[in-house]
């Protein structure tokens, strides 16, 4: 059955007997019923018997590690997905994600002593779903070994960057971006905090901030278990004193309340760069849960998150694009999801990332209208990334450079975008540019990266006398470095083809507007520039002269 419609049941309130007792009837009945096992894990978790449904999930994957879950018609795309054992934060919510769709998911899971992914079910696209935590960080690991030279289409390709998104990985990340407040996370042991708690040391030992508050948790757990804010040294005794983890995270506690004294915490799943409304809790406690924060209850809550989800792409996304734009090119994932807010000097306040975090579509339609538009939007957004993401591997794509009517070239590594946006600015093959530049420096390594005098090397070969300026004319092809919007704190090479905007990386966030906000360089014929290069020769004492003599 799989976990969508199981969780369906009961955060809907139905009567599970049935189900119950049709499933232990199934294990009872054939103790190899590997699906049985597996889906009496997902309804023990479900009401809440962690550690049976641990065993249950044990169970099950001990007889089998590859499960399929049809939906709809089961008449779409066969959907490879990368799992690991746990609760329902262990891993991406792809059930909830397609539950709506035709697509299969084909259930592949995977643990840190998995030794080769030889025995993957045939598919179409292939997912990594695997969250990060603390038990994951070693699967993670695994399959970054696993994944390297995997070829074919897939999304999440890159388990460095999930593990990247502990709390304290997230905070480092997004520290120097001045449109974000990512709070420092310092991970600290119980020793330390012993020595806080009794006055040893000063909070500054820990954290920049030097005064109470602080918010402490313990290390991987989610949803608010055993975090609490603490003011006085007294409190963190005695807090201290009723837990007895060994490491924790403390962060610094920061009031985003806003005029009302309420406090509002956004979800926002993002696919491929673009971001999508999940869901807007609000609450009177700095604790913000969607399911304790009181939505059932008060109307006015719910028509300001209606009124959030209508108004999202046109305000919210608006006011933050920047910290989107960051938030994407630093974590650099196709899918992830944050939970933020929004501070009173116009930052947006992160609170953690991951690919993880629940998305769902499961609330009352009686009660929340207003969701199923924007669900059903971004559940829509996920179906076509994963359909992009395969029309990215045909032998044709269906786009085409405007300039010579040959198909547009995409990046086979991460390293390649100058390799693609060359063969289409000569309308050359990918193939040709890679042996012309390896004929221009032996020492280019196949796949990339391309040094700049490389790439005019190439050019030259190809006939053509490349210029970088901060000029460019719109009117003819052009390579176009900007902020990569995938790979953090690197440059990216998208190409225009006189007519339109084409990515290599198959990025949609890179358009005429990122160009404007990001553009780095634009690179394009000698003779193209000329009329420009004439202009600046003759205010060169105003602007300067680019020299049409650049060395190759």
């Given at each position: 059955?799989?976990?969508?419609?199981?969780?369906?049941?009961?955060?809907?309130?139905?009567?599970?007997?049935?189900?119950?007792?049709?499933?232990?009837?199934?294990?009872?009945?054939?103790?190899?019923?590997?699906?049985?096992?597996?889906?009496?894990?997902?309804?023990?978790?479900?009401?809440g018997e962690e550690d049976k449904a641990v065993l249950s999930q044990k169970a099950a994957l001990d007889i089998s590690r590859k499960y399929r879950i049809r939906n709809g018609k089961g008449t779409g795309p066969?959907?490879?997905?990368?799992?690991?054992?746990?609760?329902?934060?262990?891993?991406?919510?792809?059930?909830?994600?397609?539950?709506?769709?035709?697509?299969?998911?084909?259930?592949?899971?995977?643990?840190?002593?998995?030794?080769?992914?030889?025995?993957?079910p045939a598919h179409d696209v292939a997912f990594v779903a695997v969250g990060e935590s603390a038990?994951?960080?070693?699967?993670?690991?695994?399959?970054?070994?696993?994944?390297?030279?995997?070829?074919?289409?897939?999304?999440?390709?890159?388990?460095?960057?999930?593990?990247?998104?502990?709390?304290?990985?997230?905070?480092?990340?997004?520290?120097?971006?001045?449109?974000?407040?990512?709070?420092?996370?310092?991970?600290?042991?119980?020793?330390?905090?012993?020595?806080?708690?009794?006055?040893?040391?000063?909070?500054g030992a820990i954290l920049a901030a030097n005064a109470f508050p602080v918010i402490v948790r313990p290390l991987g757990t989610h949803a608010g278990k055993g975090m609490e804010k603490i003011a006085t040294r007294s409190e963190l005794s005695a807090y201290l004193d009723s837990h007895a983890e060994r490491e924790f995270y403390v962060t610094p506690f920061i009031d985003y309340s806003?005029?009302?004294?309420?406090?509002?915490?956004?979800?926002?799943?993002?696919?491929?760069?673009?971001?999508?409304?999940?869901?807007?809790?609000?609450?009177?406690?700095?604790?913000?849960?969607?399911?304790?924060a009181g939505m059932t209850e008060h109307e006015d809550r719910r028509a300001e998150e209606a009124l959030w989800m209508a108004n999202f792409d046109s305000d919210f996304a608006v006011r933050?694009?920047?910290?989107?734009?960051?938030?994407?090119?630093?974590?650099?994932?196709?899918?992830?999801?944050?939970?933020?807010?929004?501070?009173?000097?116009?930052?947006?306040?992160?609170?953690?990332?991951?690919?993880?975090?629940?998305?769902?579509?499961?609330?009352?339609?009686?009660?929340f209208?207003?969701?199923?538009?924007?669900?059903?939007?971004?559940?829509?957004?996920?179906?076509?990334?994963?359909?992009?993401?395969?029309?990215?591997?045909?032998?044709?794509p269906t786009t085409e450079c405007a300039h010579t009517g040959k198909p547009a070239v995409y990046q086979r590594t991460h390293d390649d975008c100058l390799v693609c946006a060359l063969a289409m600015l000569t309308g050359r093959t990918y193939e040709e540019i890679e042996a012309i530049a390896r004929g221009c420096d032996p020492a280019y390594p196949f796949g990339g990266p391309m040094s700049h005098s490389i790439m005019r090397g190439v050019a030259n070969k190809c006939g053509f006398v490349l210029l970088s300026s901060i000029y460019m004319l719109w009117a003819k092809p052009a390579i176009i470095g900007v902020v990569s919007p995938t790979v953090a704190n690197t440059g990216h090479a998208v190409f225009w083809d006189g007519e339109k905007i084409i990515d290599p990386g198959f990025c949609e966030r890179v358009d005429r507007a990122y160009v404007d906000?990001?553009?780095?360089?634009?690179?394009q014929r000698a003779s193209d520039l000329q009329p420009l290069i004439s202009h600046d020769i003759q205010i060169s004492y105003l602007a300067g002269a680019v020299t049409a003599n650049e060395p190759l």
């Open positions: 059955m799989g976990k969508a419609p199981i969780v369906r049941a009961v955060f809907e309130g139905r009567d599970i007997s049935p189900l119950w007792n049709e499933l232990f009837g199934r294990v009872s009945a054939d103790t190899t019923d590997s699906a049985a096992f597996l889906d009496v894990s997902i309804l023990l978790h479900a009401i066969n959907v490879l997905v990368f799992v690991t054992a746990g609760d329902f934060m262990a891993n991406t919510p792809i059930e909830f994600l397609l539950e709506a769709s035709d697509a299969n998911i084909l259930l592949h899971y995977v643990d840190a002593d998995t030794a080769d992914l030889k025995d993957v038990e994951n960080q070693p699967v993670l690991a695994n399959l970054d070994r696993l994944l390297r030279g995997w070829t074919g289409p897939i999304m999440n390709n890159a388990p460095r960057l999930i593990m990247a998104l502990s709390r304290d990985g997230v905070a480092d990340a997004l520290k120097d971006e001045p449109s974000i407040l990512a709070p420092a996370a310092a991970r600290v042991d119980r020793a330390l905090l012993e020595q806080l708690a009794c006055g040893d040391i000063e909070i806003g005029t009302d004294h309420k406090f509002r915490k956004q979800r926002v799943a993002f696919i491929n760069g673009r971001p999508y409304a999940s869901h807007l809790a609000v609450s009177e406690h700095w604790m913000v849960h969607y399911l304790n933050h694009a920047r910290s989107f734009d960051a938030l994407h090119r630093r974590l650099g994932l196709d899918y992830f999801a944050i939970d933020c807010a929004e501070l009173a000097d116009g930052r947006l306040l992160v609170f953690e990332a991951d690919v993880a975090m629940i998305v769902h579509s499961m609330d009352w339609e009686s009660i209208p207003y969701k199923k538009g924007a669900m059903h939007k971004l559940f829509a957004a996920f179906e076509n990334a994963l359909e992009r993401r395969v029309a990215r591997m045909l032998p044709t906000r990001c553009g780095l360089e634009f690179t």
